[in-house]
């Protein structure tokens, strides 16, 4: 009975999270998708050794909400994909059901936590933000405001991470999009 339970919360939970980036996914198709790779540049974000305030440049506003519209898709997409894999998984095998329900439960969580700091990172004042939680690391694109990002803003940003996620300020990247 507790199983029972449990596997219906956490499709509950799966549910509302996939259904809410659904709703943003279709307000934000009519809009034009950015290339990525055109606006991030991985040797100018990741640093091994402290936390790295980058600086990256996208053509104009319209296009920096485009960014952010594309990642969240983008993000989704793969989220999707593993969801509908570890579901098969289970539907297939007893010996994996409990492995992939763990995998199940590890992917709504980490969605939850992404758009946690995503909404106390916007709360605080900036005007869009995107997260992604993958490899031990935390990275943080964050609209530009309009004075660019200062050292304060990191320490804010990054602060609200550690407490919502629980990884130290070396496994954190924020990133600044113009």
């Known amino acids: 009975m507790k199983i029972w339970k449990k596997n219906l919360v956490v499709t509950a939970v799966l549910l509302t999270v996939c259904g809410g980036i659904y709703v943003n996914w279709m307000y934000g198709q009519d809009q034009a998708v950015a290339d990525l790779t055109d606006t991030l540049d991985e040797d100018k974000i990741l640093s091994a050794d402290k936390l790295v305030m980058a600086d990256e440049t996208v ?72 997260t992604y939680i993958a490899n031990d690391a935390v990275s943080v694109a964050v609209a530009a405001p309009e004075g660019g990002l200062q050292q304060p803003d990191v320490a804010v940003i990054s602060d609200i991470v550690v407490n919502q996620s629980g990884y130290t300020m070396d496994k954190i990247y924020v990133v600044e999009v113009k």
């Not at 007893?94 to 995503?118: F, G, R």
């Open 59 to 130: 053509d104009n506003s319209n296009t920096m909400v485009d960014y952010f519209a594309a990642v969240r898709l983008s993000r989704q997409e793969a989220r999707d994909s593993a969801v509908s894999l570890l579901q098969e998984a289970m539907a297939y095998g007893d010996e994996t059901d409990s492995k992939s329900s763990a995998e199940l439960e590890q992917i709504v969580n980490t969605a939850l936590c992404e758009a946690q700091i995503e909404s106390l990172v916007i709360a605080k004042g900036y005007s869009d933000c995107v």
